[in-house]
């Protein structure tokens, strides 16, 4: 059968011109493209968004594109292709982290529900105690991997702040985890994820089950720990719901520790062993003062 005409009903040349010039982006409603802009990377929503348009400007400006902070996709080197043309953009000379890290939990307006630091980004306390205080309902905190020290005793103080806090990771081992520890015990009643890579020993885990009885998933992949340790935890955490401790040293998943271990829906030990490579084992007084080999 022949196609419609236009006068029979079908769609001339002109009229679906006017249909394509119709549907523009820019004019399409304010909360379908605060939902598209939400799903977006903070580079995005900061180089690239806000200069195609003031429509999009606008609604790049909702603080529901702000809940989601993941620093730690961004590469803040004076030389990398992000801080190159944030600085294009913004007409700056060079890109300061804190600076950047105030400019988005500014647009979060308090909502801002996950933050990753950089691992390496030169994040100082200072950065840390703004994020306390206008991120207040954090659910979700990773920090860098190196702190200096004095900025490292003030984590348990600081963690302390965010009562809604669910989950923690941490790349090293603070110098104050007994502290950080006992904070999100006393204060974070929703907590259920941490993650930790370090010498995990007698007191580390001892905390641990003490004050996070309540814990439904544990990460320690990449640490040193004894089966002793894991028992310990295991005992204590009676809700853990997954237990991650691959890749570590001082610890091999026997009969024994796999049958106390049963209650867990996952229990991941891949690549963990008693000696290291250069069949060096530890003993107890080398635990307590931290000298290990890998």
């Not at 606008?58 to 996709?73: E, F, H, K, M, Y």
């Not at 984590?155 to 989950?167: F, S, V």
Request: charged letters at 25%; a negative charge.
């Amino acid at each position: 059968s022949a196609l419609p005409s236009a006068k029979e009903g079908g769609t001339s040349k002109e009229d679906s011109t006017a249909m394509e010039e119709g549907r523009r982006w820019e004019d399409m409603q304010v909360d379908c493209l605060v939902n598209i802009f939400r799903r977006l990377g903070l580079d995005d929503l900061t180089v690239s968004v806000p200069f195609v348009c003031t429509c999009w400007w606008r609604a790049s400006l909702d603080p529901v594109c702000w809940r989601v902070l993941n620093l730690r996709s961004l590469d803040f080197r004076t030389w990398s292709q992000f801080s190159r043309s944030f600085g294009s953009r913004y007409r700056l000379k060079t890109l300061s982290f804190s600076a950047f890290l105030r400019l988005v939990v500014h647009r979060s307006h308090g909502s801002a529900s996950e933050l990753i630091f950089p691992l390496s980004s030169g994040a100082s306390v200072h950065d840390l105690a703004y994020v306390s205080i206008n991120c207040p309902g954090l659910r979700t905190l990773a920090l860098p991997d190196k702190l200096m020290l004095e900025d490292d005793l003030r984590i348990p103080e600081l963690i302390g702040r965010w009562k809604d806090l669910e989950q923690l990771e941490l790349e090293t081992k603070p110098t104050s985890f007994l502290e950080t520890v006992a904070a999100i015990g006393h204060n974070c009643t929703r907590f259920a994820r941490l993650k930790v890579r370090g010498l995990i020993g007698k007191e580390d885990a001892s905390v641990i089950a003490m004050c996070l009885p309540e814990l439904k998933q544990l990460e320690l992949s990449g640490s040193y720990l004894t089966k002793d340790e894991l028992a310990v935890i295991v005992s204590g955490c009676r809700k853990l719901e997954r237990l991650t401790a691959t890749d570590c040293l001082g610890f091999q998943a026997d009969e024994e520790l796999l049958r106390l271990a049963s209650g867990i829906h996952s229990f991941e030990h891949e690549g963990s062993k008693l000696l290291s490579d250069n069949g060096y084992e530890t003993d107890e007084s080398e635990q307590q003062s931290g000298f290990f080999y890998w």
